[in-house]
């Protein structure tokens, strides 16, 4: 099995994307089979299966020789199998949620499933992707599936609209990221990951490869939804089905900072003085107009959404570090997102339902009282998403601080930690309503019981939370061996003595 | 053996306790008892420190050392002294009560509440215990979530704006204390307490001194939120008078003077000593305005939320005079503070479940019908009002003395705290338990003291007195632990007068 690097075959390198295509046109054509009033259920287990093997070809994917495929397209490594398997279990949950959250009888639910597995292929496609067309070809995978996800409540007026505005500013962000690619061919007259680092500082036209890269971080801003690009997030995700959001305030985002990361410290490593700057600004931006966005939201999704710009700004905190522990923490950063932020849109698509029955704050007011459990969940993530130590938001938020500050960059540290604080505001008023007395005949007390599948779901996004708040020690293992293959000699700055740090530029 | 492992029993036995009790099923009053025999067995552990404890041994004792984290370095290091021993203790003691005060006071959602009260036990016993600082942190955010939620879930009527503000309260400073630790972390390479506590000593030049002065003062605002020192005590009214016995009992006062005695004294010798005479000086108005404003409440236990704001200002008196007296005397008043504090709260709430009352206006003759309890009233309250020969003079008079030793002025107006408080309680006691009966009273006919209640109060009372009496068992730990942190009383008054 120890083959060396170049004997391995290429198609060993996608096996996961390659496992989940099958699955998808396996979901399409029994979709035809079954009669159209009859119950879809079957095809999510189908979509459960796909995703349960792509994750064992993820795993198995670790013993190989590290290295690349399809002439140096596509790469298997640490980095991208710590990403392939965050994406399988976003999926996979997701799933779980679903069986239960969507109305099974309808003839469109083979498409809903099929559309789920696909959009993964396209985000595992972004993390192996070691070429920038390629990353364009996943990005557009995973785009067109959540495009027509977030739609997929048809008969309602929200979720066309959010469909179409995700859809329109999502081509638009698209078009400047595949721009970008172009102007860095323009540039170093290659696509290649490895040959633009290597190539880049011999341009001959260094302004185009600041514009390359403007382009490119501004395309990947709107995927991550970090400000001043986040204006669509609040209306998809209020439009989109709950268990919809759960999957793309996620996974995209999971592929979209795999890419970001790659790129920024990869391929424009050597402009690290002008990605930090950007992302400097971004992520303030991000966390201030995140956290104080959500605290005037009435309504829970909005809220979320709010919440998610907030905390993808805590994640560009990371990048800032230029080190290792800041790859590290970022990607540490995503997994305990995704595991709080699943977690708590399958409790909020069961309590809320399908059609969106509940979705003020004030509606949820009483749950604790008609449904323990999953009001213990939601508080659990609640508290994650706070920050509160014991749970992984805190360690996501740690190891992000630390790095930042080990670089020197104290203002953002500063600033990212007093938006933690204010962003406690919003997430007890929704703590603080569960658990207040209910309201006579108030909508909570019609919340069904919970299903296996979705025990099932909230059991592994709560295991996940809170193995990620006890003992983060094997996560954060893997997220620093990705890193090493990302940066594995010194950092582009060799540290944050030798020059002046980033945050400084920005100051001054 | 058991010497070594008694801290983690210590937190083990609520922690377990409490996913137990989410096991067990809502009938009858199974819940309650089981947590009163958690609680109980707990105290019998906390009882286990004091009975070991190796006087005239400097350093932490009862240690334990093992890597939870492993990059970065995030120790499980635990271990007492002689300044969190007794806290450790009461934690035990109150927790008991706190089980008995509750027993039918709480109606629904028991499982909730007893869950959540014993996660709030494991997260005070965890700050008390923690050397590394990320635990500590931890303990310290964690005590947060079960007092919020069950502040939302059990206050009288405004519970969830009352929960939103403690937490928000305690939560940004938090956030603030945070960047602080890690910026420590990331010259001293260390989260570890003791080391961070020798670095900082040996290697002088480690911070520019602006910084290690920001340092301590995110320290600082995050333990005196907590205290609350004046004029930070905005949220203490609105949790006094909505929490649950309880949870009242134990939500002001301890974590906080314990933090500052642990990290912003120990940690920041030089920068506590800058920062003295303003935090004398918002001590003595503390004392002051929190007994003028305890005059004029009309609730009970607002009252109380400013008698506390008072009484707690005296600790910070007593320790930023760096005075040995001063310290100790601060420490002692904590506990006895505590002890009175909660009986009082437990007080008032069996006078709230019998008429469903704290407004004072309601109430008058009380003793013509109580006279047991009554005479427990009495007792807690002159306890609280300074009276030799129980608990709270002890505290009282150490840390007015001390501070009047470092300046004369403030040491004065402080003093006169202690003529308020007599006022403020006497009156009170005065109008609710004397004169005419008040129509609410001669309305409802309720019974004087149940057994349970008995049980709950009079070893308190006791207490409080075995403690005014035989103050030097307990400072025999408390001097030894405060000794590192003290100065010359000399020392310090030329300091202060030198500024």
């Known amino acids: 099995m120890n083959l060396p690097s170049e004997f391995v075959p290429s198609y060993y390198r996608i096996l996961p994307e390659i496992i989940m295509t099958i699955f998808g046109v396996i979901i399409m054509m029994a979709d035809g089979m079954i009669a159209p009033k009859n119950s879809r259920r079957s095809l999510g287990w189908i979509a459960v299966l796909g995703t349960l093997l792509a994750t064992a070809a993820s795993v198995w994917q670790l013993g190989l020789a590290p290295g690349v495929g399809y002439s140096g397209t596509v790469q298997t490594d640490a980095f991208s199998v710590f990403f392939h398997l965050l994406i399988c279990g976003i999926v996979l949950v997701s799933l779980l949620v679903s069986l239960d959250a969507t109305k099974a009888a309808t003839e469109d639910m083979g498409a809903y499933y099929a559309l789920v597995v696909f959009g993964a292929v396209g985000m595992l496609l972004m993390t192996s992707a070691v070429e920038l067309l390629l990353v364009f070809v996943g990005l557009e995978i995973s785009s067109i599936s959540t495009y027509i996800l977030a739609g997929f409540r048809k008969k309602t007026g929200k979720s066309p609209e959010a469909a179409i505005k995700y859809f329109l500013l999502g081509s638009f962000a698209t078009a400047f990221f595949l721009y970008g690619v172009a102007l860095t061919f323009g540039a170093t007259g290659t696509t290649r990951i490895a040959d633009i680092a290597s190539l880049l500082p011999h341009s001959s036209t260094p302004s185009l490869t600041w514009i390359a890269l403007g382009m490119i971080v501004i395309g990947l801003g709107f995927k991550v939804s970090a400000a001043p690009f986040q204006v669509w997030t609040p209306d998809v995700y209020e439009g989109a089905p709950s268990p919809v959001v759960g999957l793309m305030s996620t996974a995209p985002k999971a592929a979209a900072f795999a890419v970001l990361l790659r790129i920024t410290y990869d391929a424009f490593s050597t402009l690290h003085a002008h990605w930090t700057v950007l992302l400097w600004i971004m992520a303030a931006l991000s966390m201030t107009i995140g956290n104080l966005g959500a605290l005037r939201q009435q309504s829970v999704k909005r809220m979320l959404a709010y919440s998610s710009i907030a905390h993808a700004g805590y994640l560009l905190v990371a990048f800032t570090a230029l080190s290792r522990d800041g790859i590290a923490a970022a990607s540490f950063y995503t997994v305990s997102y995704a595991a709080m932020n699943v977690g708590i849109f399958a409790v909020v698509s069961h309590v809320g339902g399908y059609d969106d029955r509940l979705t003020l704050v004030q509606d949820f007011r009483g749950l604790g009282y008609k449904a323990p459990v999953l009001t213990g969940a939601l508080a659990f993530f609640l508290i994650s998403l706070i920050g509160i130590p014991f749970t992984g938001g805190f360690f996501g938020k740690f190891y992000v601080f630390t790095a930042a500050l080990h670089a020197g960059i104290v203002w953002l540290a500063i600033i990212g930690l007093v938006n933690s604080g204010i962003a406690a505001y919003y997430y007890l008023r929704l703590l603080v309503a569960v658990y207040a007395k209910p309201i006579e005949n108030s909508g909570v007390m019609a919340v069904p019981a919970i299903s296996w599948t979705l025990a099932v779901a909230l059991a592994l996004t709560v295991g996940a939370t809170l193995v990620l708040g006890i003992a983060p020690g094997k996560v954060l293992g893997m997220a620093q061996s990705g890193a090493t293959t990302l940066l594995p000699a010194a950092p582009p700055n060799s540290g944050p003595d030798s020059t002046s740090p980033p945050a400084l530029a920005v100051n001054r | ?499």
């Open chain 2, 1 to 499: 053996m058991l010497d070594d492992l008694i801290l983690t029993l210590i937190v083990l036995v609520p922690l377990a306790g409490a996913i137990i009790v989410g096991f067990l099923p809502r009938k009858g009053k199974l819940i309650q008892g089981f947590t009163l025999a958690v609680t109980l067995f707990s105290f019998l552990c906390t009882l286990h420190l004091p009975a070991h404890f190796h006087y005239g041994h400097t350093g932490f004792q009862f240690e334990q050392d093992a890597i939870w984290i492993a990059n970065p370095e995030i120790h499980y290091h635990v271990g007492v002294d002689g300044i969190s021993m007794w806290l450790i203790v009461l934690t035990g003691l109150l927790a008991p009560l706190g089980v008995l005060a509750s027993w039918n006071a709480i109606e629904t959602r028991t499982k909730e509440f007893y869950f959540f009260f014993l996660l709030q036990q494991v997260a005070m016993y965890g700050v008390f215990i923690s050397l590394d600082l990320i635990l500590y942190y931890g303990f310290w955010e964690l005590s947060l979530v079960p007092m919020a939620i069950l502040i939302a879930m059990h206050g009288r009527s405004q519970g969830g704006r009352a929960a939103i503000k403690f937490f928000i309260y305690t939560f940004v400073p938090s956030a603030l204390f945070l960047v602080a630790i890690l910026a420590l972390y990331a010259r001293t390479q260390t989260f570890d307490f003791v080391l961070v506590q020798q670095k900082l000593g040996s290697q002088p030049g480690l911070f520019g001194p602006q910084a290690l002065w920001f340092i301590s003062l995110a320290f600082l605002f995050a333990f005196a939120v907590k205290v609350p020192v004046f004029p930070l005590h905005g949220w203490l009214g609105d949790v006094f008078s909505e929490a649950p016995t309880a949870m009242a009992m134990v939500v002001s006062g301890k974590l906080g003077i314990y933090s500052i005695l642990r990290f912003h004294l120990a940690l920041f010798p030089a920068q506590a000593r800058q920062i003295a005479p303003l935090m004398i000086a918002l001590a003595a108005i503390g004392i002051v305005y929190g007994a003028l404003v305890a005059l004029v409440q009309k609730d009970l236990k607002r009252l109380l939320a400013f008698a506390t704001l008072s009484s707690l200002s005296f600790c910070t008196l007593g320790i930023y005079t760096f005075a040995a007296s001063g310290l100790s005397g601060a420490l002692f008043h904590i506990l006895s503070e505590s002890i009175t504090g909660a009986a009082m709260f437990i007080l008032l709430g069996l006078m709230y479940e019998r008429y469903s009352s704290y407004d004072i206006h309601q109430y008058g003759g009380l003793a013509s019908r109580m006279p047991r309890m009554t005479v427990l009233f009495l007792v807690t309250t002159l306890s609280l009002i300074g009276l030799p020969i129980l608990t709270g003079f002890v505290g009282e008079f150490l840390t007015l003395s001390s501070g009047f030793q470092v300046n004369h002025l403030y040491g004065t107006i402080a003093t006169t705290g202690v003529i308020l408080s007599a006022s403020y309680m006497l009156w009170m006691v005065q109008r609710v338990f004397y004169g005419a009966n008040s129509p609410m009273v001669e309305r409802t006919t309720v019974p004087d003291l149940f057994l349970r209640e008995k049980l709950t109060l009079w070893p308190v009372a006791v207490l409080m007195l075995v403690m005014g009496v035989s103050s030097t068992l307990w400072f025999r730990a408390i001097d030894e632990g405060i000794a590192p942190l003290a100065t010359q009383p000399a020392a310090t008054t030329a300091h202060l007068e030198a500024r």
